[in-house]
Structures are given as structure tokens and as C-alpha cells.
């Protein structure tokens, strides 16, 4: 059975860092698509960042210079290192492996997703 | 970036209606669409990828459509489970983007 697992949100101040963590089972995150997505209070889904299974990494222009994704291969687990924190990445954060319709090397859809991790950025 | 926009915004129904939530895209996107159902403090589920493909597990009540720029998602007969938040998402071009959510509520 498919599992994702999401820790280390929290209270942070504004410029403070976070990093977030998602372990994953039933299958390996090294071997997939990985994504970032989050939800700010009472509003909808951003997509935050992706990690291929070859390594390339992809980020939001709202997050790109200041988010790190990357995984852990032997824990099985993915992060996403979270620094020069502002008010507004105060979100859900949800860990999500990423599909592709076919053979065609883009990430198209999140089949499944952890139960997301709560991080506030506020003085 | 491609801006995905629902309608409506909300939705009241009863049990067995038939509902169809519209997504429409601000260029064409081919079918490179996706839907997804979000409960109160849950994640979202995904419920069609590829515009039209009912994703593994699914009702099949639940049915996408749709290439281009607009799209459907509709519901054949609402159930009391069906009550929940729905958002569709582009993976034509990155950023991929959602719609802002289009809410579903008992009548």
C-alpha cells in the first residue's frame, strides 16, 4: 500500500528556515516524481516543486532561490528545505508522488498524496 | 502561466442529482487535464487524469470530458460522500496549475 508521510511543519518567523520531510511506502521515491504542493488557509492548490527520478529539480517563481527539494534514497524519504520563509508560504504542505500519462518524460498528474503538514510563517 | 478557471465557484444539490462542474483553460491545453475531489482538512484524491480516464478505484459516476480549452467534470447521481471541493489542473506547460476549487454543497 502506498504511503506518504509529511513532519517538521510548524511556527516560524519571517526569514527563518523549515524543512519539511515525507516518507514514503509501497513504493520508491527514487523511481518516481515527486512533488511539493500547497495550500494556503481557505484557498486552493499551488504546485511548489518537483524532483525527477534522474535528479532535475523544478520550482514555483514564488518559491525558486529560497526552496530546496531532494530526497534521501536509502530512507526512501523527500524533503523540501524551506529558507527566507514569508508570510505568505504560510500553507499546507503537501507531499505527492507525480505520474506521467505516457512515456513522455513530464510529470502530468498526483495519484497520491500524504496527509500534509501544517507550517505558519508569523512573528 | 496557463490560468485554469471553475465554474461555478459553488454548487448546492440534493442526493441524485445529476451536477457537471466546468474548467476552462486560458489557452489550449489538448486533454493534458486532470480532477481532483478535497474534503475538509483531508488531501485531495485524484478522480480523472488525462481529461477522460476515471482514475483506479473511482465511482463510476464520476466522469471527465473535454479537450482544448473547456472541460467537464460531472457526477451521474450525488451521493452524501460526494459533498466536497473539486479542482482541476493543467500539466500542459509548467507551472502546472489548478482552478480555484469549485464547492459542492447539500441542498
Known amino acids: 500500500e502506498v504511503q506518504l508521510v509529511e513532519s517538521g511543519g510548524g511556527l516560524v518567523q519571517p526569514g527563518g528556515s523549515l524543512r519539511l520531510s515525507c516518507a514514503a511506502s509501497g513504493f520508491t521515491v527514487s523511481s518516481n516524481y515527486m512533488s511539493w504542493v500547497r495550500q494556503a488557509p481557505g484557498k486552493g492548490l499551488e504546485w511548489v516543486s518537483v524532483?525527477?527520478?534522474?535528479?532535475?529539480?523544478y520550482y514555483a517563481d514564488s518559491v525558486k532561490g529560497r526552496f530546496t527539494i531532494s530526497r534521501h534514497n536509502s530512507k526512501n524519504t523527500l524533503y523540501l528545505q524551506m529558507n527566507s520563509l514569508r508570510a505568505e508560504d504560510t500553507a499546507v504542505y503537501y507531499c505527492?508522488?507525480?505520474?506521467?500519462?505516457?512515456?513522455?518524460?513530464?510529470?502530468?498528474?498526483?495519484?497520491?498524496w500524504g496527509q500534509g503538514t501544517l507550517v505558519t510563517v508569523s512573528s | 502561466d496557463i490560468q485554469m478557471t471553475q465554474s461555478p465557484s459553488s454548487l448546492s444539490a440534493s442526493v441524485g442529482d445529476r451536477v457537471t462542474i466546468t474548467c476552462r483553460a486560458s489557452q489550449s491545453i489538448s486533454s493534458y487535464l486532470n480532477w481532483y475531489q478535497q474534503k475538509p482538512g483531508k488531501a485531495p484524491k485524484l478522480l480523472i487524469y488525462a481529461a477522460s480516464s476515471l482514475q483506479s478505484g473511482v465511482p463510476s459516476r464520476f466522469s471527465g470530458s473535454g479537450s482544448g480549452t473547456d472541460f467537464t467534470l460531472t457526477i451521474s447521481s450525488l451521493q452524501p460522500e460526494d459533498f466536497a471541493t473539486y479542482y482541476c489542473?493543467?500539466?500542459?506547460?509548467?507551472?502546472?496549475?489548478f482552478g480555484q476549487g469549485t464547492r459542492l454543497e447539500i441542498k
Open positions: 489542473q493543467q500539466s500542459y506547460s509548467t507551472p502546472r496549475t
Open positions: 524532483i525527477y527520478s534522474g535528479g532535475s529539480t
Open positions: 505527492a508522488r507525480d505520474r506521467s500519462y505516457d512515456s513522455s518524460g513530464y510529470p502530468d498528474y498526483f495519484d497520491y
